[in-house]
């Protein structure tokens, strides 16, 4: 049979990528393979995301560099998936009239049918949240490598007041714990070695009475899987029984992203994230205690609504007192039906942008030192793929998720390679078999 191809390119967070593979997995039934060249494809796809403003200009100079693929050759199909589609629905088809298809998140069991419909002048769009979809009967095409990533849960019930993710990914559900597992025995048993829970709220997973720590502890007596890792947990939803597992489970690395957004309590609290700096600070404490060696890192936003110079100082002296490891920093972005986006812009750019160079810097500076502390240590790194770098180096991470590389020296991807590190940048270590 002749395949069909399809070409995805994914933005914004690895609950994306995941979606890829779900929507690549999706489609393999029904004849499609995937190309890595949009030249060649039947179906060109642009999964998108809405967490902030410039993500979707990109998105909109995108689709006009590849409308040409549709002039040129009749019958290939152009759309639009994921979270930027269910933001902007309708008003988008008046920006990028020519798209053939607009998929929100819950709507991609639709899109093998949509896609058999004789080609029609009106886009096809489908865009209703569904709050029981969890896909946990569709196998993704997982990439090649040693690490998957599995969808654990969907949506995201906190709101908190600038983040779109709840209006375009819907409510919080979860997949059936058995689904998981034997989704993840069947990674095993195909050779990969690490598996990554994703959620936006991946700690809150249930299913029944079975909490995200009986996941994890289900996860890790499944022969085969080596490391199991999960972004993001909300510190709100940090239970003792998951600290109390990432402590006693040697296969759940000792690594967490734990955002913080701010250490102004009046920020948080008009953030509504559900915790103050405090709780937050007593948090990382208890972890700490826990599990030898935790790496942290961390999602800072500079420039909400309303925050002042006091506010902004006491996120940058947090953050120098915390130590992450590393962290994401964001200028704020008003996201359309937002609660805080009713409270506009309070800061120029130019003043965000000065604080986010302020704490960027800082944190260079933070992980530079941590790095270099490594320095001397013989870390185990789970070997990923040649370095990009240098010839006949090896690159990997260690179980704090950092990034080593080394002279590969026969190593291949899958082994754990003891290495010492010799030196270290605030991106990488560089070590010695
Ligand atoms: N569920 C995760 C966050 C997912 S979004 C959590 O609650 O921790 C990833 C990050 O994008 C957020 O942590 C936040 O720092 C950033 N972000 C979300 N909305 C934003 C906005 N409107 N403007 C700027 N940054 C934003
Ligand atoms: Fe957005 Fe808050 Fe949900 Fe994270 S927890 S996805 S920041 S609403
Ligand atoms: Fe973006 Fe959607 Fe992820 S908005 S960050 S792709 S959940």
């Excluded at 004789?118 to 009967?137: I, Q």
């Excluded at 196998?139 to 969808?151: K, N, Q, S």
């Excluded at 793929?385 to 899958?414: H, I, L, S, Y």
């Amino acid at each position: 049979m002749e395949h069909r191809k399809i070409y995805i390119e994914t933005y914004g967070c690895q609950m994306n990528l995941a979606d890829t593979e779900l929507l690549i997995g999706l489609l393999k039934p029904h004849g499609y393979e995937q190309t890595q060249t949009a030249a060649h494809a039947d179906v060109i796809l642009l999964n998108t995301c809405a967490i902030r403003e410039h993500a979707e200009e990109r998105i909109l100079k995108r689709l006009k560099e590849l409308v040409h693929h549709k002039v040129r050759r009749p019958g290939v199909r152009l759309g639009l998936t994921g979270c930027m589609a269910q933001h902007y629905r309708e008003q988008l088809l008046d920006k990028a009239p020519f798209l053939d298809l607009v998929l929100g998140p819950d709507a991609y069991r639709n899109l093998p049918s949509l896609l058999a419909q004789e080609e029609k002048d009106e886009p096809l769009v489908s865009v209703r949240l569904d709050r029981d979809e969890t896909y946990a009967d569709i196998t993704p095409l997982h990439g090649e490598g040693i690490r998957a990533w599995v969808t654990v849960m969907r949506g995201c019930d906190k709101f908190c007041t600038f983040c779109v993710v709840p209006y375009v990914r819907g409510r919080e559900r979860s997949v059936p714990l058995n689904a998981l597992l034997h989704q993840v025995q069947e990674l095993a048993d195909q050779g990969y070695q690490e598996v990554v829970y994703l959620g936006q709220t991946v700690n809150a997973y249930r299913d029944g009475d079975q909490d995200f720590a009986d996941l994890l502890h289900k996860t890790a007596a499944i022969d085969g899987i080596t490391r199991i890792r999960f972004t993001s947990p909300h510190p709100s939803d940090m239970s003792d029984r998951i600290i109390e597992e990432m402590a006693t489970d040697s296969k759940v690395t000792p690594y967490l992203h734990l955002p913080l957004q701010s250490a102004s309590n009046s920020v948080l609290a008009r953030m509504e994230r559900g915790y103050t700096v405090e709780q937050y600070a007593v948090l990382v404490d208890r972890l700490r205690a826990a599990i030898p060696g935790l790496a942290l890192s961390t999602d800072i936003i500079v420039g909400f609504p309303g925050e002042e110079e006091a506010d902004f100082r006491a996120t940058y002296d947090f953050m120098n007192m915390l130590r992450y490891d590393f962290a994401f920093m964001f200028k704020y972005s008003a996201r359309e039906g937002t609660k805080a986006h009713k409270w506009g812009e309070t800061m120029s750019e130019e003043e965000k942008g000065r604080r986010l160079q302020e704490i960027i810097r800082l944190q260079e500076r933070l992980s530079g030192e941590i790095n270099h502390h490594t320095i001397g240590q013989t870390v185990h790194v789970l070997v990923e793929r040649p370095a990009k770098r240098q010839e006949g180096w090896m690159a990997g991470k260690n179980a704090q998720f950092k990034t080593v590389v080394f002279p590969g020296d026969g190593a291949r991807p899958g082994d754990l390679v003891p290495v010492r590190i010799v030196s270290a940048t605030a991106h990488t270590l560089i070590g010695q078999p």
